[in-house]
């Protein structure tokens, strides 16, 4: 750690209230046995860091004040802690964001992302807002071969589209995206790359992330001019969808969701809504024997494997998707454009 300095200027969040996040000073964390150092190269915006921003109950509640936050990151490795023999000095690489003990039955049973004993990287403790950080070495994976380092980054978010995609069928199949955030832009790419036969993109009003789609390849952009549910009946024999998936948040795309999934269809939920009890048309869940499934974060490694596939293969368009790269000293600008909308996918160069 020669030339690692010994204290660093982070985004911090240190004030009770919205935005809320000033520049301090932090001493360089160093590494503990099975922990890597990394330099960052890039942070992108995540929905989440949304949510700290406007310092919701949930933030209120996961995020203690004083809390470096930032979890979707790439860099590059520059200390290793005692015992890291799968790492070397200057391997790049992006971050798994979830921090899992390996030793519960859900770790155990291959469900590491939703350990018992887990916690989130730049959420419940210190992240990458900031121009150093540490992590487990497992959760610091190596970057394909070619990939621009300040698109790596963007493994997290693409890594949950993909994870909720293979909630249901993909190849040759139809399928619907709710939500156009940079999540479902994501979704919308990778559903074409993996071979679905028609995919329709839903979003309310925002017209810049709907032309997004239609880019990315969508074969049908919906909106609030359209009636939802009726327009993909028609699109597909009034049959519905095989697999819906929900990005949004919005319980009235949850519903949609339910009406225009075919019989034993799909319907995957990464979304986190405001009110944590959503009305659900159950008796329409029930009759069309659906299959209803909750996303969180992505499998470890299994979504990591074919992301790096379709990454390797040059079948995911990150250009398109990222809009907007500006220095991890716009911060706060970056926060309020993310927050408006019109962007896709916002990265921060360290």
């Given amino acids: 750690m020669n030339q690692v ?10 004030l009770d209230e919205r935005g809320g996040f000033t520049l301090e000073d932090h001493p ?8 890597v150092l990394i330099q960052t190269l890039s942070t992108s915006v995540c929905g989440t860091d949304l ?6 109950d949930w933030s209120r509640e996961n995020v203690p004040l004083g809390t470096i936050t ?13 015992g890291v023999t799968s790492h070397s000095i200057g391997d790049l690489v992006a971050i798994e964001c979830h921090l899992a003990c390996w030793s519960c039955p859900r770790c155990d049973e291959g469900n590491a992302h939703i350990c018992e004993n887990g916690s989130i990287f730049g959420v419940h403790g210190n992240g990458a807002f900031a121009p150093f950080f540490v992590v487990p070495a497992v959760n610091a994976r190596q970057i394909p071969e070619g990939l621009d380092p300040g698109h ?19 190849e040759g199949a139809t399928v619907a995206i709710h939500g156009l955030g ?39 952009v919906l909106g609030k001019d359209d ?5 993909i009946l028609d699109a597909t024999e009034g049959r519905g969808v095989d697999n819906s998936c929900e990005f949004s948040g919005s319980p009235t795309a949850l519903a949609n969701t339910v009406h225009s999934t075919r019989m034993g269809g799909y319907v995957n939920v990464l979304s986190v809504y405001g009110d944590s009890m959503p009305a659900v048309p159950m008796n329409e869940v029930v009759f069309r024997y659906l299959h209803v499934k909750g996303i969180n974060g992505r499998k470890m490694w299994s979504t990591w494997d074919t992301m790096h596939e379709l990454l390797s293969a040059g079948k995911i368009d990150v250009d398109r ?17 993310a927050l408006s909308g019109e962007c896709g996918k916002i990265v921060l160069d360290h």
Wanted: glycine share 10%; aromatic share 6%; charged share 20%.
């Fill in 152 to 170: 790596a980054s963007i493994q997290d978010p693409l890594g949950n589209a993909i994870h909720t995609l293979t909630g249901g069928p993909i």
């Fill in 70 to 82: 930032g979890h979707e990151t790439s860099g590059k490795v520059v200390a290793l802690g005692d």
């Fill in 51 to 56: 949510h700290i921003w406007k310092w919701d």
């Fill in 227 to 231: 009636d939802v549910v009726q327009a």
């Fill in 5 to 14: 300095p010994l204290t660093m200027k982070a985004w911090t969040k240190t």
């Fill in 28 to 35: 360089i964390p160093k590494p503990v046995a099975g922990e």
């Fill in 321 to 337: 998707v990222l809009t907007h790269r500006m220095p991890i000293e716009n911060f706060p600008e970056a926060m309020e454009l």
């Fill in 182 to 220: 940079p999540i479902g832009l994501f979704a919308v790419n990778a559903a074409k790359a993996m071979g679905a036969k028609y995919v329709i993109a839903i979003d309310w009003d925002n017209q810049y992330r709907m032309n997004l789609a239609k880019g990315l390849g969508a074969d049908l």
